[in-house]
């Protein structure tokens, strides 16, 4: 009993030792911080915004779980593309029609993109975050092992919008520093950032300056009004793989020359438009033509598994067809298995170490194909516990 109590004090020590090591580490690199500034902004603003910061446990916390298993496509779409939010997304079209309007006329940017977004980033309006946003940005650019430069420089960015009085002190946003409806970095609000009603203030609480804002940071990265952003397409059965090898991009023609087909009735699609071949959950599963407003989507958010429901949540307010639950997997990867295959590829020498991570992105997926083109298996750059076992084989065959 006496020696539990000495363990648990031991631990309570150690905890508020780790605390203390912490808070005084963070200290340290706001004085520096602050230093840096010196000249760049007001004293009076330096004092009110940064004096008494904390670092905030609960952000450093989110900011380092991973989650242990590859999110399967299905599950992913059903939380953020469903019945619910489709017809949340058309009631509230409905509610802001003269704003989206209005925007859409003065950016040329199609309005349903606007909402779907809005819906996806803060499931429109409900969740914009609570999280201060100064001791966020402080926070993660004092812990941040790969991106202190552009969190700082995120909060320098706020930290000018302060002096400016555009942005109120006390303003709260997401874990990770984002902001507002859209959700915007405050790099990206002093930009972008649009005054639509004209108060001398730019404010992504509100619709008029918000959809201003996200609209402009749409036109600026390369969004067009009239073009396909997803296309759901047929791969045949007898689809030569070594189309891809080369070049992974070509004309909606020349896609189909290749035997693939549209799954629903398109209609004025340009068949001289390129777009790339697409599959989320490998051959077996759904597949895509992406055109280059998939790609420019992916400017707002990198994540495949993202701009295909920005893209499938357009189609439903649109009332076109959806996506459906026809072709599927039902086994998700787990991390650990995600960075054998990375391992593997370095090995190989298709990959780079430094990013061996457990997450499946475009480096992971391009030098999966390399490898399933050298082993004479469908190209599709996914992981599956199949490849392991072919390795596993192979590597027993040559020792």
Not at 3 to 29: E, H, M, N, P, Y
Not at 47 to 67: F, N, R, V
Not at 184 to 211: H, Q, R, W
């Amino acid at each position: 009993m006496f020696r539990r109590i000495i363990i648990i004090c031991q631990t309570v020590f150690f905890l508020f030792s780790s605390s203390a090591i912490a808070d005084d580490g963070f200290k340290l690199w706001l004085e520096n911080y602050q230093k840096k500034l010196d000249g760049v902004i007001e004293p009076a603003i330096l004092e009110a915004a940064l004096s008494d910061l904390e670092l905030s446990e609960k952000t450093i916390k989110l900011s380092q779980k991973q989650p242990e298993q590859h999110v399967l496509f299905w599950n992913y779409l059903g939380i953020t593309v469903n019945d619910t939010r489709i017809k949340e997304a058309l009631a509230f079209k409905n509610k802001h029609k003269k704003t989206i309007k209005k925007i859409e006329k003065k950016y040329g940017i199609d309005g349903d993109y606007l909402v779907a977004l809005h819906a996806l980033e803060t499931d429109l309006g409900k969740n914009t975050g609570t999280f201060p946003l100064t001791q966020t940005l402080a926070t993660m650019a004092y812990s941040s092992e790969n991106r202190k430069k552009f969190f700082e420089a995120q909060l320098t960015a706020l930290l000018k919008s302060y002096e400016r009085k555009i942005l109120p002190l006390d303003i709260t946003g997401s874990w990770a520093g984002a902001f507002g409806y859209f959700q915007f970095m405050p790099s990206t609000y002093v930009m972008y950032g649009t005054d639509e009603d004209k108060d001398k203030k730019i404010d992504l609480f509100s619709y008029n300056d918000a959809f201003g804002s996200a609209a402009n940071y749409l036109l600026k990265i390369g969004l067009k009004k009239n073009e396909p952003c997803l296309v759901e397409v047929k791969i045949p059965s007898l689809f030569k793989w070594e189309n891809l090898k080369n070049k992974e991009i070509h004309s909606v023609k020349k896609w189909k020359t290749m035997g693939i087909s549209f799954v629903h009735k398109e209609k004025n699609i340009n068949e001289n438009l390129e777009a790339s071949l697409l599959m989320p959950e490998g051959y077996k599963g759904p597949s895509f033509l992406a055109f280059d407003n998939f790609n420019v989507l992916k400017k707002w958010n990198k994540s495949n598994y993202y701009v295909i429901s920005v893209c499938e949540l357009v189609k439903g307010i649109k009332g076109m067809p959806r996506l459906e639950k026809k072709r599927f997997r039902n086994k998700s990867m787990s991390k650990d298995k995600i960075i054998m295959i990375q391992k593997k590829l370095f090995e190989m020498g298709l990959y780079d170490e430094n990013e061996i991570d457990g997450i499946i992105g475009d480096k992971t997926r391009k030098a999966l194909q390399k490898a399933q083109f050298e082993l004479g298996i469908p190209a599709d750059g996914y992981p599956t516990d199949e490849l392991l076992e072919i390795w596993d084989l192979n590597d027993k065959r040559n020792n």
